[in-house]
């Protein structure tokens, strides 16, 4: 166990409507793979030990447990229980043997703790693990952390502190916001059946996953042909205004060397408010929505569904900036809401790519405020668990984000090769975006998908036309 190198004076903090229905999902399992440092393999474990207890200080919720009171409430009470530190080997295994197979290898899935382990148990399991792996020629730093305490901003924002940490870092200007004072703090109790619930997926369903690439290139001609419009060298200058336009919500512009310019062009892909084309009346479509539309069309064309069959391409957004008044930008803990998008087989198959982007443009653009506060009155009315996984067979979940600053973990001796997950949370139909190592607008896809769908996807060449990793 590593404990915080400082005793923790914060408060129990109570989940909020955000936090609570992620107590059926498994902890999240993230994690970097790095070159092996050059001094000894002991030393580096040292290094981290010590680099984690520093920052467990700097987030105490991480070293607490779950609790639930006499009213049902449920908690995090910063206790400083600790989090588990585990140091493996798989030196039979190489940088190579992760990076170079078409598909995500079994392999990877070994380099996390807490496997399939469910966020309910957080009352007496740790709310964070870390696992160090040694491999032949590498390392693998994975995180699996409770998802009733923690979404995507958050975790990225420890790990991001933790690596900074490690490299001697001593000023940090991302301290995580702990505040319980938003309308996502609610009254509603959680009725949760005896031992805790149990997540909403078959788990052991067959399943095929692969990271797509997406070069800055290829997403430029994307975009250009969602918004009906000639993809030129000139649009180079028009992504970067696009980029510089929407630092405003974005709490990553404050890193410093470099890491600011990474954020920028990752940024490129928030596009929530609507852009104006030269006819003053259509709204243009965004990087990332494109690339949705582009991977909804391919996935129902894959999966050969009836024409009139209902499909569903969910997102998850942030909702920190689009609450009045805003939550902080370091708020810590859950603070996201899925949008879910339906449209027939029939229509996101043979309608153009522009329609598509538009039905997922249009519902990202109208969740604002209000719209927020719908989503926590409706949970509020009937307080449930977040039903994750694809019922129909016709669904999407598209999660994470390619704006998440998941390359600037440098711990000292240089930033991550690649970013991978572990089983947590996956079936058939499951998206996660990550940004591409280089970076100024590349974007990865972990996709996941049944054997049979990855293989039509991978045939299909209106969406591996874009494909950089082919």
């Known amino acids: 166990m590593v404990f915080p190198d400082q005793t923790s004076t914060l408060g129990d903090l109570k989940l909020s409507v955000s936090d609570l229905p992620m107590l059926s999902c498994h902890y999240i399992q993230k994690g970097g793979l790095f070159t092996k440092p050059s001094f000894p393999i002991q030393s580096l474990i040292s290094l981290l030990k010590t680099g984690l207890s520093q920052t467990l200080t ?7 447990r779950l609790i639930t009171d006499k009213d049902g409430y449920i908690h995090i009470t910063c206790n400083d229980a600790g989090v588990n530190f585990i140091h493996a080997t798989a030196t039979e295994v190489s940088v190579r043997d992760i990076l170079s197979p078409t598909h995500v290898p079994e392999s990877v899935k070994e380099f996390f703790t807490l496997d399939r382990t469910v966020s309910y148990t957080g009352h007496h399991n740790p709310i964070l693990a870390v696992q160090v792996t040694e491999l032949k020629d590498g390392v693998f730093i994975g995180c699996a952390v409770n998802h009733a305490v923690i979404d995507g901003t958050s975790l990225w924002n420890f790990f ?15 301290k995580p916001d702990f505040t319980r004072e938003s309308i996502l703090i609610s009254q509603a109790v959680l009725q949760l059946p005896e031992g805790g619930p149990k997540v909403t997926f078959n788990v052991n369903e067959p399943l095929a996953e692969r990271i797509f690439s997406f070069s800055r290139e290829a997403i430029l001609k994307l975009k250009a042909r969602t918004n009906n419009k000639k993809w030129t060298q000139n649009d180079d200058v028009a992504a970067v205004v696009e980029i510089l336009g929407k630092q405003s919500n974005n709490p990553y512009n404050t890193n410093n060397n470099g890491a600011r310019v990474t954020a920028i062009f990752e940024n490129w892909f928030n596009n929530c408010k609507p852009q104006i084309t030269e006819d003053k009346t259509t709204a243009e479509i965004s990087s990332f929505q494109s690339l949705c539309a582009l991977l909804w069309k391919a996935v129902t064309r894959a999966r050969k569904l009836p024409e009139a ?21 370091y708020y810590f803990g859950n603070a996201i809401q899925s949008i879910p998008t339906y449209a027939s087989a029939g229509d996101v198959a043979s309608r153009d790519l522009r329609w598509c982007a538009e039905q997922l443009n249009e519902n990202v653009k109208a969740h604002g405020s209000d719209r927020v506060r719908e989503c926590v009155e409706d949970w509020e009315k009937n307080p449930r668990v977040f039903p994750l996984g694809n019922f129909d067979g016709a669904s999407m979940t598209m999660g994470s984000s390619p704006r998440f600053p998941m390359y600037d973990n440098d711990f000292g001796w240089g930033r991550p090769l690649a970013v991978r997950s572990g089983r947590a949370n996956k079936f058939d139909g499951k998206i996660s975006a990550f940004p591409g190592r280089d970076g100024a607008g590349t974007v990865d896809l972990e996709v996941v998908l049944s054997p049979e769908t990855m293989a039509g996807l991978e045939s299909d060449l209106e969406f591996m036309q874009y494909v950089s990793n082919k």
């Not at 909702?319 to 939550?327: A, G, N, S, V, Y």
């Open 309 to 329: 069959k209902t499909t569903t391409f969910r997102m998850a957004v942030n909702c920190r900036h689009r609450l009045e008044p805003k939550l902080d930008a």
């Open 58 to 64: 700097r987030f105490p919720p991480l070293a607490g």
């Open 160 to 174: 991001n502190t933790f690596a900074e940490v490690c490299r001697g870092g001593k000023s940090f200007s991302r």
